[in-house]
Structures are given as C-alpha cells and as structure tokens.
C-alpha cells in the first residue's frame, strides 16, 4: 500500500510565503513524477507544477516566477515552495505522485489528502 502524507498548509497573508511538503511512503519500488494540483471551491483541479525523477519541472503559467518545486528522492518527498502569494492562490492543494508499487509492477497515479493554504488580503 502507497501512501502521500501533505504537510505545510496554513493561512498567510498576501505577497507572503508557504511551503509545502508530501512524503510517498508504503510499498513503493520506484516514484517517476511528483507534483502538485490545486483545487479552489467552484473549479476544476488544476495542475500548479510537477518534477520528473531527473530533476525536470514544469509550471502552471500562473505561478511561474513564484512557485518552486523540488524533491529529495532519497526521502520520496516533494516540496513546494511557494512565495509572493496572491488571494486567488487559496485553494486545497493535492500531491501527486506517478510511481511503480511492489504490488502493482506497473505505474499508477496516487493522490494525497490535500492541505488547504488560504491567502488573505
């Protein structure tokens, strides 16, 4: 069994700062992507960005120049830093992981539970 454990949400204020975190735990023989989506009431779940296992990212054009993803893959974790942080960043944020599980042998997609991060004005 995976499983993604987010940490690191909260409420801050606007042009401040959040980092997030999700740890991939369980029966995991090898993670390809990490990332993260984000889900604001009212609308769809929405990529914010992800990073391959060698190291390459990618960004929603709305965060780029803010957001920063990493991930330490000697610890399966992934991290989102996120900075000069806006009121429409308010949103429940998902961690997503591609990866292959002893049990399965093939890639699936597991989702963490989400933690929320409001920004207010």
């Known amino acids: 069994q995976v499983q993604l454990v987010e940490s690191g949400g909260g409420l801050v204020q606007a042009g401040g700062s959040l980092r997030l975190s999700c740890a991939a735990s369980?029966?995991?023989?090898?993670?390809?992507?990490m990332g993260w989506y984000r889900q604001a009431p009212g609308k769809q779940r929405e990529l914010v960005a992800h990073?391959?296992?060698?190291?390459?990212?990618n960004y929603a054009d709305s965060v780029k120049g803010r957001f920063t993803i990493s991930r330490d893959n000697a610890k399966s974790t992934v991290y989102l830093q996120m900075n000069s942080l806006k009121v429409e960043d308010t949103s429940v944020y998902y961690c997503?992981?591609?990866?292959?599980?002893?049990?399965?042998?093939?890639?699936?997609?597991?989702w963490g539970q989400g933690t929320q991060a409001t920004v207010s004005s």
């Open positions: 369980g029966s995991i023989f090898s993670i390809k992507t």
């Open positions: 990073i391959t296992s060698g190291g390459s990212t």
């Open positions: 997503y992981s591609a990866l292959v599980s002893y049990g399965l042998g093939y890639v699936d997609d597991y």
